[in-house]
């Protein structure tokens, strides 16, 4: 076939009729890869223009008025009461589908102007634009264009997951104890409910939940479940923890440790050939490193874990940590008797700065996202048996030391009270990783603080004076020293992997969003071809994108360390840099009391768990990406 050549790039002209003229008129099928590629962009640029002026269309049809004369032309300043019926009715869609278009329409061109302008002109999709309109709907206008003005130069090359993050840690951060609040209540409505599918099988879906509790309820799911596999079990991952999650529930395991857990579980283990399906097949050697295993498993305790970290306890630790009763039997292990109460403890990071009480700034549990100031309080002095972390950044917020440090608060840290429950009243946790994360800035600022004042940081002195000796380690060793290993080993020990982990916080792939520590710690450069175990060689990739670059065709390079440059088949080129360690976040900007409003409490009622869910919008304004990284 001869090859078409594009007139010109298409990438120059804006998304209007001109475009729209030329994309006309180019046979798809006559391009070569590269340039498919360049006109899948350019559509998707036309696409959104079109879209915009849809949602135009439907805000002046929603305005027309209704009692204007013959030919008169006359709007209202504001739409009435079942606009939306005119556009139901001319484009035979749903009552809810109009209503919730109407509705979208009204808050991008009425009340977000700029990111009507950013759809428009192609700087952003539809999703997206329903991100801003969903994710904003509830801040002051003042607070909106904040959002706005900060994200909107960004969004072109954030996937909307990303973008949702961002615009849920500005709305935290601009509004601390709104959101507090807002949390507080939606927790308090906080239910459970179950229903059966079309094809009979049952979902149960507890919603309002604690996110630091959730968090480490689907740790402690994930972590029976990997052990479970490590133990021999043939079953696949995803029925293996529906059921451990209903052994948890039915109280089957209700006195059981993890490994008699485990044992049960192997036990009874089958496979999914009863309906003609293979067991999943254990996991291939790792073909980009020669079977280098993951920097960590979706728990948080890799095979390479560090032998001192106190975050890498297994599900057997169970069995070795009995209390006793005063007649000296153990109070768990044995079938009949009760548990101590310890949870599985999972990632949080937060600021020094929020800990020590000088901001409100959300803290972050990888993978689900930000939550409030207090919450990630509660969840640090509920795991001071984890693996503290430390970051260091620069003025741009990117990573300038990471390590660890041994040090803990004094004392229990203050009661943060979390929906009535204060930090020394959560039950305490095992394993998981807290990180620090400070500015170098502000390392200095409260040394000299501590110079004057020794009790300037409370009970936090001790972890601010040594990671202040850890950084002037390392600025007189100099940069990566504290991470350096011999590079031809085969395996990154366990500082240069925390390095990494820190660094890059989640898969290197354009725009995925599995975190770094469930991820594979992979050689950018093959360590088989010679790739050096370095922080320059080195990156963390979900299983399906280091398939992607082993089998798929994929070259990928990291020209400077976290920095990395990817080369698809059709040999089109794709950056990706570290993301900051710290964002810059505005100062609080709170609301006013008359816009202070939260959802209203239901009334008490004694209603059965067996509920139907609430309806779906039809169609779904985004429909769920089945290749979206769980948050555990």
């Known amino acids: 076939m001869v090859r078409q050549l594009l007139p010109v790039s298409l990438a120059e002209i804006a998304p209007g009729p001109e475009l729209g003229a030329l994309l006309a008129g180019i046979d798809i099928s006559a391009l070569t890869g590269s340039d498919a590629v360049e006109v899948l962009r350019a559509r998707a640029r036309q696409l959104s223009h079109d879209q915009a002026r849809l949602l135009a269309t439907m805000v002046e049809v929603g305005l027309c008025d209704p009692g204007a004369y013959g030919d008169e032309v006359a709007r209202l300043s504001e739409p009435p009461a079942y606009a939306a019926d005119e556009i139901r009715a001319a484009l035979a869609w749903t009552r809810r589908a109009a209503d919730r278009e109407l509705g979208f329409a009204e808050a991008l061109v009425l009340r977000m102007p700029a990111v009507f302008t950013a759809l428009e002109t192609g700087r952003i999709d539809r999703s997206k634009a329903w991100v801003f309109a969903d994710l904003c709907a509830d801040l002051t206008p003042e607070q909106t264009e904040v959002v706005c003005t900060r994200l909107l130069l960004h969004a072109e090359r954030l996937t909307t997951g990303e973008l949702a993050a961002r615009i849920k840690k500005l709305a935290i951060a601009l509004d601390p104890q709104w959101a507090a609040r807002r949390y507080a209540a939606a927790v308090r409505e906080r239910t459970v409910i179950g229903y059966l599918g079309p094809e009979g099988t049952a979902t149960i879906t507890g919603s309002g939940l604690p996110a630091d509790q959730a968090a480490s309820a689907c ?147 990888p993978g689900w996202g930000p939550i409030p100031a207090e919450t990630a309080r509660t969840m640090v002095a509920a795991q001071r048996a984890a693996e503290w972390r430390f970051a260091i950044t620069d003025p741009t917020g990117q990573l300038l030391l990471a390590g660890i440090t041994r040090r803990r608060p004094h004392h229990s840290a203050p009661d943060h009270t979390t929906l009535g429950h204060t ?29 004057t004042n020794p009790d300037a940081c409370g009970e936090w002195a001790g972890i601010v004076t040594d990671i202040a000796t850890h950084y002037t380690q390392h600025t007189h060793r100099g940069p990566g020293k504290s991470h350096t290993q011999d590079p031809t080993t085969r395996f990154a020990g366990a500082a240069l992997r925390r390095h990494v982990q820190i660094r890059d916080r989640f898969c290197v792939y354009p725009g995925c969003r599995a975190t770094a520590r469930s991820a594979d710690l992979d050689h950018t450069r093959d360590h088989a071809l010679g790739g050096p175990t370095t922080d320059t060689n080195s990156g963390p990739l979900c299983r399906h994108d280091h398939q992607l670059k082993t089998a798929g065709w994929w070259r990928l390079h990291q020209p400077q360390p976290g920095h990395f440059t990817w080369i698809s088949p059709l040999r089109r080129t794709y950056h990706t840099q570290p993301p900051p360690i710290i964002h810059d976040l505005p100062e609080p900007r709170p609301r006013p009391s008359d816009f202070d409003y939260l959802p209203v409490a239901t009334p008490e009622e004694d209603t059965p768990i067996l509920e139907r869910p609430p309806p779906q919008p039809d169609p779904p304004p985004t429909p769920p990406d089945p290749h979206e990284p769980p948050p555990f």
């Open 219 to 365: 740790a402690r799911i994930e972590e029976l479940a990997r052990a479970a596999k490590r133990a021999g079990h043939p079953g696949r991952i995803g029925p293996l923890r529906a059921d451990i999650y209903l052994g948890l529930l039915d109280g089957r395991w209700q006195h059981h440790t993890g490994e008699q857990i485990i044992t049960d579980l192997l036990t009874d283990a089958t496979s999914d050939t009863e309906d003609g399906a293979d067991p999943q097949p254990a996991a291939e050697p790792d073909a980009t490193t020669g079977g280098e295993p993951p920097a960590s498993d979706a728990s948080g305790g890799g095979a390479t874990a560090d032998a001192d970290d106190p975050a890498a306890h297994s599900v057997a630790e169970d069995s070795d940590s009995r209390e006793t009763r005063p007649d000296g039997h153990p109070t768990m292990g044995e079938p009949g008797t009760a548990l101590p109460v310890r949870r599985v403890g999972v990632e949080v990071r937060v600021g020094l700065a929020t800990l020590l009480d000088r901001d409100q700034h959300p803290g972050e549990i």
């Open 423 to 451: 930090a020394s009243q959560q039950p305490p946790c095992r394993g998981g990783i807290v990180e620090l994360q400070l500015p170098a800035t502000l390392l200095t600022e409260l040394l000299t603080e501590l110079a």
